[in-house]
Structures are given as structure tokens and as C-alpha cells.
């Protein structure tokens, strides 16, 4: 189960530091070439592409979730899948009602 779990987060964590990366690559490198970030966006692209991660990976949860019922897989699996997938919505609620 720790495998299964640290597998989960991890896929989580490396989408959210991928996203950092792209949003913030301007201002690191090129400031005057764009190659993500909020060029003459009214919405920031940081967000749609966190809120965009978040729904994926509770959507690939859930899938596992389904054939996990399907193929009776281990229990604690499908425990795990459950938490990760309220904590995922929780998270994102958490961001979005932190934008100001």
C-alpha cells in the first residue's frame, strides 16, 4: 500500500512542479520571449493548467477506483484511492477560493 500511495502523490507533486516550471520559465530565462505564463490572458494559465492537473488525476483515480470494484483488487487500494480523491477535490477548492 505505501508503494501504491507514494506512486499516487508523486505523479501529483511532479505535475505540479512541471506546471510551476512552465508558468514561471519566463521570468527565470527570457523575460521578453513567452513561452507560457499570462500573455494577454484574462485568465492566469497557472490556474487552468492546476485546475486542469487536479481533475485529471482525480479522474484517473476514480477509473482505478472502477476496475479496482471489477476486478476485486486489493481493499486498502481502493481505501487510499477514495482519501487521495476527496483530499484532491479538497485541494482544489482550497486554491481556487484562495484566488483573489
Known amino acids: 500500500m505505501k508503494k501504491h500511495l507514494i506512486i499516487r502523490v508523486a505523479l501529483l507533486l511532479i505535475g505540479f512542479l512541471l506546471i510551476y516550471c512552465y508558468t514561471h520559465w519566463d521570468s527565470w530565462f527570457h523575460p521578453h520571449q ?6 494577454g490572458m484574462s485568465i492566469p494559465m497557472d490556474l487552468v493548467l492546476n485546475i486542469g492537473w487536479m481533475v485529471i488525476w482525480c479522474v484517473l483515480l476514480f477509473i ?11 481493499k486498502e487500494n481502493r481505501v487510499t484511492n477514495i482519501i487521495l480523491i476527496m483530499v484532491g477535490i479538497i485541494l482544489l477548492a482550497v486554491y481556487i477560493f484562495s484566488i483573489k
Open 34 to 39: 513567452s513561452i507560457g505564463g499570462n500573455d
Open 64 to 74: 482505478e477506483l472502477i476496475v479496482s470494484f471489477s476486478t476485486s483488487r486489493n
